[in-house]
């Protein structure tokens, strides 16, 4: 019961920042009704940024809970990190990319787009490292509640593609 309690905490956080992510996508309903791309492709920008953080979350939860983590260790880590997030984000994004200019031959959308899988796959292993250190700094478990924030991060950055546009 104790365990259904304290994961059903976080499951009604992740409802409610899920609402906070759909409230983003709403503020730019106009754009949306105009650049049916962009809501095509959205939900790629943020799937791959909240894959991308959610295995660096899961290699420094790892870390934290068999104590490998501690001083230089975990700059050493943050730096590693944010090249990882960096590299893939370059490589995906130019995937991304590619595909949507094939998909829909718009120069500003190919832009937008990649540089949206970037941004985010670089913010996502970012926050990835930094999330479970904060909670666990606030006496938090980051197993339980880690992946609600870090989904919330990358829902917000990845629909976040069009507010440049937005009229």
């Known amino acids: 019961m104790r365990s259904a309690k304290s994961r059903g905490i976080w499951l009604g956080i992740n409802l409610l920042t ?5 409230f983003v996508i709403g503020r730019f309903e106009v754009v949306l009704d105009q650049i049916v791309a962009l809501a095509i492709l959205m939900p790629v920008v943020a799937s791959m940024g909240g894959i991308a953080g959610s295995q660096t979350l899961t290699v420094v939860i790892r870390g934290l809970a068999l ?4 001083g230089n260790n975990i700059k050493w880590l943050y730096n590693k990190e944010l090249w990882v997030g960096m590299s893939n984000g370059l490589v995906w994004a130019l995937v991304v990319g590619l595909i949507s200019h094939l998909w829909f031959g718009d120069a500003m959308i190919t832009l937008v787009i990649t540089l949206a899988i970037f941004i985010n796959m670089s913010l996502a292993n970012v926050s990835g490292v930094l999330i479970p250190l904060v909670l666990k700094k606030l006496q938090i478990d980051p197993a339980l509640s880690g992946a ?11 629909f976040c593609p069009s507010w440049g546009s937005r009229r």
């Open 148 to 158: 609600v924030i870090l989904t919330t991060v990358t829902d917000v950055v990845g």
């Open 67 to 70: 104590g490998q983590l501690a």
């Open 18 to 22: 899920a609402f906070l992510a759909a």
